[in-house]
Every structure is written in C-alpha cells, then in structure tokens.
C-alpha cells in the first residue's frame, strides 16, 4: 500500500504527442492531439510534451493550444539548441499555466561530430542555450541526447554547464535503447555524485526500447535517484517505442513494496487512453502486450482458469479493475477445463447437472479443436443442439 507521506513521487513526463508521434507512420491530427492531452491530464500526469513547435505549422499550433487549454499539467514543447527554435517553441508554450521549454543536443562522440564542435565549443553552445531558455521561462529543462554513450567527464561537465545556465530538471536520455539496468543506475548516482548543484535540479530518465529493456532502465533509473519518468502510452515511439508509461506506473503500484516511491496518475484511466492512441496513431497494441494488450487479464487454460475462479490472485498480479477493465476475461479454447465452461454456461443462463455438463464439455472440446476462440454464440448454438437432441 503506497504511503505518500513517507514516500517520495516520482513525476510522469508523457510524451506521446511528441517522441511518440514521431514514429513513422504515427501521425495524429489537431483535434486528436488535443484529446489524447485532455486525457492525460484528466489521469494526472505531471508533465504533457505537446510536440516540437519549429518542426511544422501544425505542431506549432497543436502545442499552442493545448498550452490554452490544458487545466492542470506543465506543457513542455521541445526546441534544438538554438534561439530560433527555442523562441519558437516559448511562443507555443508561453499560453500554458505551466510552461516548460525542453531544450537539447547530442553530447556523444558520435552526435559532437554531426555539427562538427569540438567539446568546448559545444560546452558554449549549451551555456548560451540554456541561458537564453531560462530567461524566458522559469522551467527549463535540458537533455545529452544520447547521453549513455557520451563520455562521463564530459557528461558531468556539461550537466553543470546547464546547472549554473538555469536548467531546472535535467533528463538523460537513452535514445538509441543502449543501457542496461546496472548502467543505467550507475550513471544516474554518478552524476548526482560528482556534478555540482546536482541536488538542485530534478534528474529525469528518458528511455527507448531497442534491446527491451526501457522499462527496466527507468525503473532502475529511479531507484538510483531520477525522480521524473519520460514515457508514451502503449510505448509508442521511434524504432521499438519508449518506455510504456502503463508499465512503469504499474509497476511502481503493484511492486511498491520493493519501490517505495508513488506517482500521480490514476490507474483506472489506463485502458481508455491506450485504445484512444492506439486509434489515433493507428498502431495496434499487441494481444501480449503488458498492462494494455488484449490477452493481460485473458486466460484459457484449464488450470489457470479455475485457479482464477477459486481465487484471482493465483494467476494476476493486479486487478483488471486498477487499469480500467471491468473484469478478468476468461477465454474458451481447447485449453480449457470443465469449470470455466460450467461458470460461462451459468453466466449465460443455463444451469446444468454434472451428467449434462459432461455432455456439452465433449461436444465442446471438439468444436474448440476445429476454432481457436470459443465464443458466446458459438456455446448458446451448442445448448440448443443439446437441448433439441434432448
Ligand atoms: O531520445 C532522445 O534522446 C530524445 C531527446 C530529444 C530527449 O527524444
Ligand atoms: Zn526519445
């Protein structure tokens, strides 16, 4: 059970309007941006990143107005590290109850030689960008993109650089999906160690999916001292997606006895706003799927069925009801066994003798080898054969 008056929050950064729609394919229309930003507020996540305003007139004018319209969280929107995009993207938030401006440049080897600085000369570019973001907005948050192959003195020296521009939460993001648990542990408590002013900002942990592991990794992220978790709902985003915003607050609910740190997001909401985005965007959630997907609270094989109906906690972890599902689904196939047939017959309206059960369950089992689902109709039209037979 979560005690909030001991424990401390962890914030939840969505940005499924941003790094999300940014997988191919994703794209969503005005109007659907700002029901997918009207739904996370509505949950209680702490901090919506609306979009990119310079990348387009649409973004800008997606961000923009959900900066007017948005009641409770801080709408960030994100800019590169220069004036342009930064004033661009103050414009678009400037309207919100809680701006924030996200700024960010690649710091690794690799992303230093795209724009071909030198490390002091980048050292300067992210002194002069995060100055100027903090002398428009009060929030200013700032990313190494690719933080996690970027080298760690050069790291700690140009998180201390945005420290002292102003930068107010600084998030380190894994954007190529490369750390580890361990590792992605290890840097957090590293840079809180080492950098000063480290205790005066928000460390926030910003993940990807490439090996699988984003969930983990944020997770990991925040026992070592990250205290915001940038996600997208069902794990959308680039390549294999981000961290699942449903899986990390799911976690944090259900395994809080072993991560005593509670967030503000209103479980039950869970279900609606992954089959809103999976709409919108057009990417299905797979039946597999943690939390969300089709088959999370489905079960079939005998044995676990009449565990589940003896007792739900033998085979789930958590209450369909916490994510916003109003019950377990227990699925008819060839798995499964005599008492969730008897159960599902009694839910339909018929009650029958243990000879008569005997009976339908033979006739069931062949009709569950020749489809892979058995379904309502399918047992109500072997009633009535039975009963016409009979
Ligand atoms: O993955 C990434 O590095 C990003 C940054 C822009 C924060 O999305
Ligand atoms: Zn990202």
Redesign the pocket.
Known sequence: MTDKTTQERVLIFD?TLR?GE?SPGATMTHEEKLEIAALLDEMGVDIIEAGFPIASEGDFEAVSAIARQTKNAVICGLARANFKDIDRCWEAVRHARRPRIHTFIGTSPLHRAIPNLDQDQMAELIHETVSHARNLCDDVQWSPMDATRTEHDYLCRVVEIAIKAGATTINI?D?VGYTAPRESAALIRMLKERVPGADTVVFAT?C?DDLGMATANALAAVEAGARQI?CTINGL??RAG?TALEEVVMALKVRNDIMPFYTNVDTTKIMNISRRVAAVSGFPVQYNKAIVGKNAFAHESGIHQDGMLKNSQTFEIMRPEDVGLSSTSLVLGKHSGRAALRAKLRDLGYELADNQLNDVFVRFKALADRKKEVYDDDLIALMTDQTSEG
């Open positions: 940005t790094d940014q993001p954007t910003h990807h940038e985003g680039e981000n």
